[in-house]
């Protein structure tokens, strides 16, 4: 599904722990590393794709976190030229995101890659929230930026 505009809306998720750290995970047989996220399907509410993409990513449900918030409006960036699929009609030139911020509390042990019909990550770790804005992929960089100011004093709290 792609907006008029060519942005796929999409979801990204700032999962953190009681110390305020963040999930941050690597992707399957890549050197990349970057949050939770995925697709909004036809029908879905940015907080139902939310916890489906909770669960197929991470194998977590609604009863393993605690909903703080999420961002006021839309966050879009655009694909390199290089990741443009130009057969694709209409073609989808970046995403627009909903970001949400949840804490983890359940035992860590409840993240898993297998709930998904294809894992997307194989590792993770806490992170302080920084380093995402270090690592992640440059085009997603400003989305990161400014999802994690505006979610961050919800991550500190609690």
Do not use: H
């Amino acid at each position: 599904m792609v907006d008029v505009e060519g942005y796929r809306p999409n979801v990204g998720i700032v999962l953190a722990n009681a110390a305020g750290q963040v999930l941050w995970a690597k992707r399957v047989r890549m050197d990349a590393w970057q949050f939770p996220q995925g697709g909004i399907g036809a029908g879905e509410s940015p907080e139902q794709a939310m916890l489906r993409e909770l669960y197929e990513e991470l194998g977590l449900g609604a009863v393993d976190v605690q909903l703080l918030g999420s961002t006021q409006g839309w966050l879009r960036y655009r694909l390199p030229p290089r990741f443009l699929r130009r057969g694709n009609v209409p073609m989808c030139i970046g995403q627009k995101q909903k970001w949400f911020a949840l804490r983890l509390i359940a035992a860590e042990d409840r993240v898993r890659f297998d709930r998904g019909d294809k894992p997307e990550f194989e590792e993770w770790r806490w992170v302080d929230s920084e380093l995402p804005l270090r690592e992640v992929v440059p085009f997603k960089r400003d989305v990161y930026r400014a999802a994690l100011e505006e979610l961050q004093p919800l991550l500190r709290a609690g």
